[in-house]
């Protein structure tokens, strides 16, 4: 049995929590039909991020999506929240099946 895949993009946002109600409310204005969102921890260039205290926390929003649904809330997180809070975001190809979900 071959099963029908359809190509579509992975964009990852890392970023502060206290951004994740607008993160989320903007991208489904660009166009994102669903998104994951859970809570992370790390470490990086600009220091460790263990979650300890509320200003502290990290999330990880996931949304498949066409490609230019994916650019378009990239576009826009990078104008509106990468100057002022930590953000970082990557892009992938997936294969989902039932294309119209996403």
Partial sequence: MTLA?????LLVILAE???EKALVRD???RG???WTVTEVRGAGRS???EGAWEADRTIELQ???DEAV???IAAHVLQAYAPNYAVSMTFSRVQVL???RF
Avoid: F, S, Y
């Fill in 5 to 9: 895949k359809h190509d579509k993009t």
């Fill in 17 to 19: 929590a206290a951004i």
């Fill in 27 to 29: 991208a489904r204005e």
């Fill in 32 to 34: 994102a039909q669903g």
């Fill in 47 to 49: 220091g460790v991020r």
């Fill in 63 to 65: 949304v498949i999506c």
């Fill in 70 to 72: 994916a650019d378009a």
């Fill in 98 to 100: 039932r294309p119209e």
